[in-house]
């Protein structure tokens, strides 16, 4: 039994993760951390059967006393660097869906994971499909290096751009020639218009009520475009890639990042 840990667990992302968990076979929800509910039924809260487990607001309690194995956080990116830390310390694996946290910490988390000989996984992005999106754009970005990136997501998203956005621009960037952006002389009349530039590569971040998580990459050549869409229409499709993450952590001794080290070696 892999026993797990969900931090955010009263979250959007919690929730969900707390229903996967508890219905696949050979793990177990053994602890639930939400500063903001706690005494509640974990599962009651996430709309299926009492689990008996309580919400808890201290991480390190839960830790000593649930003989957790594996931490899976959605939270947010301050609180996510804590919760790994302290997850480390107490040897439990992490498994980070939390975005927008930054580079020199997951360094740090990477060298206490070596250290340790613990496994370890930061994935900005669980689903399935936006991973096979995010390799795709990296093999196109060979032939097309002309590219733009298009994120679009629900209003409540605390970081901008996604993580997903940034994954996708550096593969992008690692995959194609240098290449400039749009014309030298070209002038932003409206701060931002142009959106973000990572290594050469524009994002824009759109945020509206309706959306869940969307990204397009397009790509433009000589008469023609290319694009590159992932739509995903409900947070649902993030579970098997969580579920996957869940089960590999158990045979890493370092920190990976992203799911893509995991499918495409
Ligand atoms: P959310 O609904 O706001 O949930 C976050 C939860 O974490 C809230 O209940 C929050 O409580 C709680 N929290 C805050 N600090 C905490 C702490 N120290 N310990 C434990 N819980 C704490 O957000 P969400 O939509 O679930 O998203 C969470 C994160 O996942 C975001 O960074 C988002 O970008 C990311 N995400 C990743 C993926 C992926 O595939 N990797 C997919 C979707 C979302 P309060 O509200 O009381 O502060």
Known sequence: MIRVVVTGAAGRMG?????????TPGMEVVGAVDPGHPGQDVGLLAGIE????????????????SKATVMVDFTTPGAAVANIKTALEYGVRPV???????????????????????????????????????????????YFPDVEIIELHHPQKLDAPSGTALQTADIVARSRQEKGVGDRTEVEKLDGARGGNLEGVRIHSVRLPGLVAHQEV?????????????????RESFMPGVIMAIKKVMELEQLVYGLDRLIFG
């Open 15 to 23: 929730r969900e993760v707390v229903k996967a968990v508890s219905r």
């Open 50 to 65: 009492a689990l008996g487990v309580t919400v808890r607001g201290d991480l390190a309690e839960v830790l000593r006393t």
């Open 96 to 142: 980070v869906g939390t975005t927008g946290i930054a580079q020199r910490d997951v360094e740090e988390i990477k060298a206490i994971c070596r250290e340790k000989r613990l496994g370890g996984l930061i994935v900005p992005n669980f689903a399935l499909g936006a991973v096979l999106m995010m390799h795709f754009a990296g093999i196109a970005a060979r």
């Open 218 to 234: 397009i790509f433009g050549g000589l008469g023609q475009t290319l694009t590159i869409r992932h739509d995903s229409t409900s």
